[in-house]
């Protein structure tokens, strides 16, 4: 099956920086690569996301890349604020409702002052 | 107005009881899921029903019975819990219409067992 891997566990920028997440998956059928946001104690919610015929995709201050040769891609994060706290969990698919989604294990985000 | 609603919010319990979670969309989609979130943040996915017929079942222990009434609801019981049990459970819906993938999260159940 699916195996998604992420890193690093704990992100800490100043407020202003750039934060940039990794993963990697294993399974090449996968297609469907999206990003989920959870701020503490609420749900996940997603924030963007990228299919394997697209090499990136941005949405205002986060971006998503994707190499589907070497089974990775990342979120990017610009001029972080410190609403952007939270844990980010990658995860991937085969695509198509219903097809089961591997999150990799999530990254804590910390903006600091 | 809320999307995807589960009940109850938190649920303290004693080992070997039995409980239930239920959950309701209002999204129209046709699958739903349960997922387990562990205390290091580790979302699982558990469990997903299709049109009320099941069609994902991760190796999740036979304690564990999802029951689906209609594609709208999907509610998780839980037999004789254990202390390993406790975590937050997510209900999640999405469409199998193309495109459809985006996965609508509940506000989660913290189960905490004694």
């Known amino acids: 099956g699916e195996n998604v891997e992420q890193h690093p566990s704990t992100l800490s920028v100043q407020e202003g920086d750039s934060a940039v997440i990794k993963c990697t998956y294993s399974?090449?059928?996968?297609?469907?690569f999206p990003w989920y946001k959870q701020e503490l104690g609420k749900r996940p919610q997603l924030i963007i996301d990228?299919?394997?015929?697209?090499g990136e995709k941005k949405d205002q201050r986060i971006a998503v890349t994707l190499n589907k040769t070497a089974k990775h891609f990342s979120l990017h994060i610009t001029e972080t604020q410190p609403e952007d706290s939270a844990v980010y969990f990658c995860a991937a698919s085969k695509g198509g409702g219903g097809n089961k989604l591997t999150f990799g294990t999530g990254t804590q985000l910390k903006v600091e002052l | 107005d809320t999307a995807v609603s589960q009940t109850p919010k938190y649920l303290v319990t004693q080992m070997g009881n039995d409980k239930s979670i239920k959950c309701e969309q209002n999204l129209g989609h046709d699958t739903m899921y349960w997922y387990k979130q562990d205390s290091k943040k580790f979302l699982k996915i558990m469990f997903s029903y299709n049109n009320k017929e099941l069609i994902i079942n991760e190796t999740v222990p036979n304690r564990f019975s999802p029951k689906s009434p209609d594609k709208a609801h999907l509610n998780l019981h839980i037999n004789s819990l254990e202390l390993g049990d406790s975590a937050v459970y997510f209900c999640?819906?999405?469409?199998?219409?193309?495109?459809?993938?985006?996965?609508?999260f509940g506000s989660g159940t913290q189960l905490s067992v004694l």
């Open positions: 999640a819906s999405s469409s199998m219409r193309v495109g459809g993938e985006k996965l609508f």
């Open positions: 990228i299919r394997s015929n697209v």
């Open positions: 399974d090449s059928a996968s297609n469907y």
